[in-house]
């Protein structure tokens, strides 16, 4: 009974040739590249880089300091309140806040708090509530009130 799978590959090992020489590559002059179209590869006109920087594509101000301290509370039926601590005394005139419906993002200067939302939210509806000392507390209406947000305000990674 000859059993033939043809889920196993074959493999045939010759033995080796030695009168066969490895074949030699042609010389450089016969190996011709195609000539490339104009403008180079990508088919377009070079252009011409100016040596002075150019204004408008260097941000003088340093990078903006990520803010990572922060808790927040979930038990608002209707709410999410998130206390925001910038470890430095802030002025809510100098706070922005920005609202999407899946993050937040608050700017104080050059620091910012950023996160990804665990549940939708309303922005229309959602807002920075007071200043207290180094802490910014900001509102955020959930979108559905009957979703309970869980222990973290980002998104679970691991999900399915």
């Not at 011409?48 to 979930?74: E, G, I, M, Q, W």
């Not at 180094?134 to 979703?147: E, F, H, N, Q, Y």
């Amino acid at each position: 009974d000859d059993d033939d799978d043809d889920d196993e590959p074959v493999v045939e090992i010759l033995p080796p040739d030695d009168d066969a020489d490895p074949p030699t590559p042609p010389p450089p002059e016969d190996r011709a590249e195609p000539p490339l179209p104009p403008g180079g590869m990508l088919g377009k006109a070079p252009v011409k880089l100016s040596a002075t920087p150019n204004d408008r594509l260097v941000d003088p101000a340093p990078p903006r300091h990520l803010v990572a301290d922060y808790a927040f509370d979930a038990s608002g039926k209707t709410t999410v309140k998130v206390y925001v601590d910038f470890l430095e005394p802030l002025d809510a005139a100098r706070l922005e806040a920005s609202f999407l419906p899946d993050a937040l993002c608050v700017d104080f200067g050059r620091k910012r708090f950023a996160a990804r939302l665990a549940q939708p939210i309303d922005p229309a509806k959602s807002k920075l509530l007071k200043v207290k000392d180094t802490t910014a507390v900001i509102s955020l209406r959930k979108a559905d009130p009957g979703v309970p947000w869980g222990p973290t305000l980002q998104p679970d990674v691991n999900a399915v």
